[in-house]
Protein backbone atom coordinates (compact mmCIF):
# COMPACT_ATOMS: atom_id res chain seq x y z
CA UNK A 1 0.00 0.00 0.00
CA UNK A 2 1.53 3.38 -0.57
CA UNK A 3 0.30 6.66 1.33
CA UNK A 4 0.79 10.11 -0.62
CA UNK A 5 0.17 12.86 2.58
CA UNK A 6 -1.10 15.70 0.16
CA UNK A 7 -0.33 18.66 2.51
CA UNK A 8 2.52 18.61 5.61
CA UNK A 9 4.69 21.19 7.78
CA UNK A 10 7.76 18.93 8.21
CA UNK A 11 9.95 22.23 8.28
CA UNK A 12 8.11 23.62 11.06
CA UNK A 13 9.32 23.81 14.62
CA UNK A 14 8.04 21.43 16.12
CA UNK A 15 10.71 18.96 13.90
CA UNK A 16 13.37 20.99 14.63
CA UNK A 17 15.55 18.35 17.04
CA UNK A 18 14.62 15.10 14.78
CA UNK A 19 13.35 15.81 11.47
CA UNK A 20 15.71 14.19 10.10
CA UNK A 21 14.75 10.74 11.54
CA UNK A 22 11.05 11.29 10.57
CA UNK A 23 11.76 11.98 7.20
CA UNK A 24 13.65 8.83 7.30
CA UNK A 25 11.46 6.47 8.76
CA UNK A 26 8.78 7.52 6.40
CA UNK A 27 9.19 5.15 3.60
CA UNK A 28 8.76 2.22 5.58
CA UNK A 29 5.98 3.05 7.06
CA UNK A 30 4.22 3.55 3.78
CA UNK A 31 4.41 6.89 2.93
CA UNK A 32 5.99 7.15 -0.62
CA UNK A 33 4.99 10.89 -1.59
CA UNK A 34 4.61 13.87 0.70
CA UNK A 35 3.72 17.33 -0.41
CA UNK A 36 5.06 20.14 1.66
CA UNK A 37 3.52 22.94 1.65
CA UNK A 38 4.93 26.49 2.17
CA UNK A 39 3.53 29.56 4.11
CA UNK A 40 5.39 32.36 3.70
CA UNK A 41 7.90 33.86 1.29
CA UNK A 42 10.65 33.00 4.14
CA UNK A 43 9.46 29.36 3.45
CA UNK A 44 9.84 29.37 -0.23
CA UNK A 45 13.87 28.58 -0.09
CA UNK A 46 13.80 26.02 2.63
CA UNK A 47 10.92 24.29 1.31
CA UNK A 48 12.68 24.65 -2.69
CA UNK A 49 15.86 23.02 -0.96
CA UNK A 50 14.20 20.53 1.44
CA UNK A 51 12.48 19.19 -2.20
CA UNK A 52 16.12 19.16 -3.68
CA UNK A 53 17.23 17.16 -1.06
CA UNK A 54 14.57 14.31 -0.19
CA UNK A 55 13.72 12.55 -3.70
CA UNK A 56 10.03 11.66 -2.15
CA UNK A 57 9.14 15.13 -1.39
CA UNK A 58 6.98 17.75 -3.79
CA UNK A 59 6.66 20.69 -2.72
CA UNK A 60 4.42 24.66 -2.98
CA UNK A 61 5.19 28.05 -2.99
CA UNK A 62 3.02 30.85 -1.84
CA UNK A 63 1.72 33.03 0.76
CA UNK A 64 -0.64 31.75 3.31
CA UNK A 65 -3.38 34.34 4.92
CA UNK A 66 -2.08 34.95 7.98
CA UNK A 67 1.43 36.15 5.72
CA UNK A 68 -1.03 38.31 3.63
CA UNK A 69 0.47 41.46 4.78
CA UNK A 70 4.50 40.67 4.37
CA UNK A 71 3.34 40.68 0.50
CA UNK A 72 5.71 42.69 -1.61
CA UNK A 73 5.86 43.49 -5.13
CA UNK A 74 8.70 40.78 -5.33
CA UNK A 75 7.15 38.29 -3.77
CA UNK A 76 5.31 37.31 -7.19
CA UNK A 77 8.32 36.83 -8.60
CA UNK A 78 10.48 34.96 -5.57
CA UNK A 79 7.02 32.12 -6.28
CA UNK A 80 7.68 31.79 -9.79
CA UNK A 81 11.37 31.24 -9.57
CA UNK A 82 10.52 28.63 -6.87
CA UNK A 83 8.26 27.11 -9.28
CA UNK A 84 10.91 26.79 -12.08
CA UNK A 85 12.14 24.27 -9.58
CA UNK A 86 11.88 20.36 -10.06
CA UNK A 87 9.09 18.92 -7.76
CA UNK A 88 8.01 22.33 -6.90
CA UNK A 89 4.53 21.93 -8.13
CA UNK A 90 2.14 24.30 -6.59
CA UNK A 91 1.03 27.56 -5.80
CA UNK A 92 0.27 27.27 -1.94
CA UNK A 93 -0.72 27.13 0.77
CA UNK A 94 -3.32 30.13 -0.22
CA UNK A 95 -6.66 31.69 1.17
CA UNK A 96 -8.51 33.23 3.57
CA UNK A 97 -8.44 32.80 7.42
CA UNK A 98 -11.41 35.18 9.01
CA UNK A 99 -11.04 33.37 12.42
CA UNK A 100 -7.44 34.51 13.38
CA UNK A 101 -7.34 37.66 11.30
CA UNK A 102 -3.55 37.92 11.80
CA UNK A 103 -3.82 40.05 8.00
CA UNK A 104 -6.68 42.53 7.54
CA UNK A 105 -9.31 40.69 5.16
CA UNK A 106 -9.01 43.27 2.58
CA UNK A 107 -5.25 42.17 1.97
CA UNK A 108 -5.96 38.81 2.57
CA UNK A 109 -7.97 39.41 -0.63
CA UNK A 110 -5.83 41.03 -2.70
CA UNK A 111 -2.78 38.93 -1.80
CA UNK A 112 -5.32 35.54 -2.78
CA UNK A 113 -6.92 37.28 -6.11
CA UNK A 114 -2.81 37.79 -6.96
CA UNK A 115 -1.86 34.20 -6.37
CA UNK A 116 -4.91 32.59 -8.61
CA UNK A 117 -3.81 34.81 -11.34
CA UNK A 118 -0.31 33.75 -10.82
CA UNK A 119 -1.12 29.71 -10.81
CA UNK A 120 -3.18 30.53 -14.28
CA UNK A 121 -0.27 32.03 -15.11
CA UNK A 122 2.01 29.42 -14.55
CA UNK A 123 -0.62 26.55 -14.77
CA UNK A 124 -0.45 25.04 -11.99
CA UNK A 125 -2.68 23.74 -9.16
CA UNK A 126 -3.55 25.68 -5.73
CA UNK A 127 -3.39 24.47 -2.72
CA UNK A 128 -5.87 26.87 -0.61
CA UNK A 129 -6.94 27.51 2.92
CA UNK A 130 -10.23 28.67 3.95
CA UNK A 131 -11.57 29.22 7.71
CA UNK A 132 -14.34 30.82 8.10
CA UNK A 133 -14.56 32.67 4.93
CA UNK A 134 -16.41 30.39 2.38
CA UNK A 135 -18.28 33.35 1.05
CA UNK A 136 -15.62 35.85 -0.31
CA UNK A 137 -13.60 32.38 -0.70
CA UNK A 138 -15.89 31.41 -3.40
CA UNK A 139 -16.54 34.35 -4.74
CA UNK A 140 -12.99 34.84 -5.67
CA UNK A 141 -12.46 30.81 -6.72
CA UNK A 142 -15.44 31.99 -9.04
CA UNK A 143 -13.63 34.95 -10.45
CA UNK A 144 -10.72 32.23 -11.45
CA UNK A 145 -12.66 29.50 -12.34
CA UNK A 146 -11.26 29.61 -15.88
CA UNK A 147 -8.24 26.60 -15.65
CA UNK A 148 -8.61 26.47 -11.84
CA UNK A 149 -6.72 23.50 -10.80
CA UNK A 150 -6.00 22.35 -7.29
CA UNK A 151 -7.18 21.38 -3.56
CA UNK A 152 -9.59 22.48 -0.94
CA UNK A 153 -7.02 22.06 1.67
CA UNK A 154 -8.65 20.72 5.42
CA UNK A 155 -11.78 20.87 4.39
CA UNK A 156 -14.62 21.54 6.94
CA UNK A 157 -17.37 23.00 4.92
CA UNK A 158 -20.95 21.43 4.52
CA UNK A 159 -21.75 19.45 1.02
CA UNK A 160 -23.01 22.07 -0.92
CA UNK A 161 -19.92 23.87 -0.46
CA UNK A 162 -17.97 20.66 -1.33
CA UNK A 163 -19.84 20.69 -4.28
CA UNK A 164 -19.10 24.21 -5.41
CA UNK A 165 -15.60 23.15 -5.13
CA UNK A 166 -16.09 20.37 -7.22
CA UNK A 167 -17.80 22.29 -9.62
CA UNK A 168 -14.69 24.65 -9.74
CA UNK A 169 -12.39 21.99 -10.85
CA UNK A 170 -10.95 20.94 -7.24
CA UNK A 171 -10.21 18.03 -5.37
CA UNK A 172 -11.60 18.08 -1.65
CA UNK A 173 -8.97 16.89 1.35
CA UNK A 174 -9.62 15.56 4.66
CA UNK A 175 -7.37 14.87 7.62
CA UNK A 176 -7.28 14.18 11.13
CA UNK A 177 -10.26 15.61 11.62
CA UNK A 178 -12.45 13.19 10.23
CA UNK A 179 -11.17 10.54 13.25
CA UNK A 180 -12.80 13.92 15.61
CA UNK A 181 -15.40 12.32 17.38
CA UNK A 182 -17.96 15.49 16.64
CA UNK A 183 -16.87 15.04 12.69
CA UNK A 184 -20.46 14.87 11.93
CA UNK A 185 -20.43 16.95 9.32
CA UNK A 186 -17.12 16.08 7.64
CA UNK A 187 -18.24 12.30 7.14
CA UNK A 188 -21.48 13.29 6.00
CA UNK A 189 -19.40 14.59 3.08
CA UNK A 190 -17.05 12.00 3.04
CA UNK A 191 -19.80 9.88 2.23
CA UNK A 192 -21.61 11.87 -0.64
CA UNK A 193 -18.50 12.70 -2.92
CA UNK A 194 -17.33 10.97 -5.78
CA UNK A 195 -14.51 9.06 -5.12
CA UNK A 196 -12.00 10.55 -7.69
CA UNK A 197 -12.11 13.80 -6.27
CA UNK A 198 -11.02 13.12 -2.60
CA UNK A 199 -7.68 13.26 -0.87
CA UNK A 200 -5.90 12.48 2.25
CA UNK A 201 -3.42 14.68 4.16
CA UNK A 202 -2.23 15.67 7.75
CA UNK A 203 -1.75 19.19 8.58
CA UNK A 204 1.24 17.67 10.54
CA UNK A 205 2.25 18.70 13.10
CA UNK A 206 -1.29 20.30 13.51
CA UNK A 207 -4.90 18.47 13.28
CA UNK A 208 -3.64 15.14 15.30
CA UNK A 209 -5.71 12.39 14.71
CA UNK A 210 -7.46 10.09 17.40
CA UNK A 211 -6.35 8.72 19.08
CA UNK A 212 -2.88 10.33 19.33
CA UNK A 213 -4.51 13.42 20.15
CA UNK A 214 -2.49 16.09 22.08
CA UNK A 215 0.73 14.90 20.64
CA UNK A 216 2.47 16.10 17.29
CA UNK A 217 0.92 14.40 13.76
CA UNK A 218 3.44 13.24 11.45
CA UNK A 219 2.45 12.00 7.84
CA UNK A 220 2.21 8.42 9.20
CA UNK A 221 -0.28 9.45 10.58
CA UNK A 222 -2.46 9.42 7.27
CA UNK A 223 -2.53 6.11 7.52
CA UNK A 224 -5.28 6.81 10.41
CA UNK A 225 -7.58 8.86 8.07
CA UNK A 226 -7.08 6.82 5.59
CA UNK A 227 -8.49 3.66 7.53
CA UNK A 228 -11.73 5.87 8.97
CA UNK A 229 -12.32 7.20 5.37
CA UNK A 230 -12.52 3.95 4.23
CA UNK A 231 -15.31 2.63 7.12
CA UNK A 232 -17.26 5.95 6.64
CA UNK A 233 -17.65 4.94 3.27
CA UNK A 234 -17.68 1.34 3.55
CA UNK A 235 -14.99 0.41 0.84
CA UNK A 236 -11.70 -1.69 1.30
CA UNK A 237 -9.03 0.05 2.48
CA UNK A 238 -6.63 -1.10 -0.08
CA UNK A 239 -8.70 -0.27 -3.19
CA UNK A 240 -9.37 3.18 -1.49
CA UNK A 241 -5.43 3.30 -0.86
CA UNK A 242 -4.93 3.44 -4.18
CA UNK A 243 -7.73 5.61 -5.69
CA UNK A 244 -6.72 8.09 -3.31
CA UNK A 245 -2.57 7.77 -4.52
CA UNK A 246 -3.65 8.31 -7.83
CA UNK A 247 -6.32 11.42 -7.17
CA UNK A 248 -3.07 12.69 -5.81
CA UNK A 249 -0.97 12.07 -9.18
CA UNK A 250 -3.34 13.96 -10.85
CA UNK A 251 -3.87 16.93 -8.97
CA UNK A 252 -0.37 17.88 -8.92
CA UNK A 253 0.39 16.39 -12.13
CA UNK A 254 3.00 13.75 -11.41
CA UNK A 255 3.71 11.25 -14.36
CA UNK A 256 2.49 7.97 -13.01
CA UNK A 257 6.60 6.75 -14.54
CA UNK A 258 7.60 9.21 -11.65
CA UNK A 259 6.27 6.65 -8.77
CA UNK A 260 8.19 3.72 -10.13
Not at 143 to 164: I, P, R, T
Not at 208 to 230: H, K
Request: charged share 30%; hydrophobic share 40%.
Amino acid sequence: MKLFDTHAHLLDEAFDLDREAVIASLPEKGITKVMEACCDEAGIDRVAALVERVPFFYGSAGVHPHSADEWTNETGDHIRRALRRERMLAVGEIGLDYHYDFSPRDVQKRVLDEQLSLAKELRLPVILHDREAHGDMIDLLRAHKDGLQGVMHCFSGSYELAKECLDLGLYVAFGGALTFQNAVRPIDVVKRLPLDRLLIETDCPYMTPVPYRGQRNDPSFVRITLDRMAEVRGEDVGLLADALYRNALRVYNIAEEADA
